[in-house]
Nanobody
């Protein structure tokens, strides 16, 4: 099993910044991709950004140029720097880690962008 603990959510005004962090523990050997997903109220959970163990990244079109994902393999952490936040970025953000056999999810952290 892999445990994922997220931190860094909160409320911010439009144009502001937040940084989310996720720490993995447990059976972390074999984890390849890690990433962030988000789920807005009444909508499906969707990919925000992901990064492989080799450092390859992938971003949703809606966040390209504003969000940056980073990973520290030595510390087993993945972070999401979110700049120029918009009201439509409001959602619960979930950390995800993929092994060969399954995906593991964090408990989620709320991000609210509002004036």
């Amino acid at each position: 099993q892999v445990q994922l603990v997220e931190s860094g959510g909160g409320s911010v005004q439009p144009g502001g910044s937040l940084r989310l962090s996720c720490a993995a523990s447990g059976s972390i050997f074999g984890i390849n991709a890690m990433g962030w997903y988000r789920q807005a109220a009444g909508k499906e959970r969707v990919l925000v950004a992901s990064v492989t163990s080799g450092g390859s990244t992938n971003y949703a079109d809606s966040v390209k140029g504003r969000f940056t994902i980073s990973r520290d393999n030595a510390k087993n952490t993945v972070s999401l720097q979110m700049n120029s936040l918009k009201p439509e970025d409001t959602a619960v953000y979930y950390c995800r880690a993929d092994s060969q056999f399954r995906a593991f999810w964090g408990q989620g952290t709320q991000v609210t962008v509002s004036s």
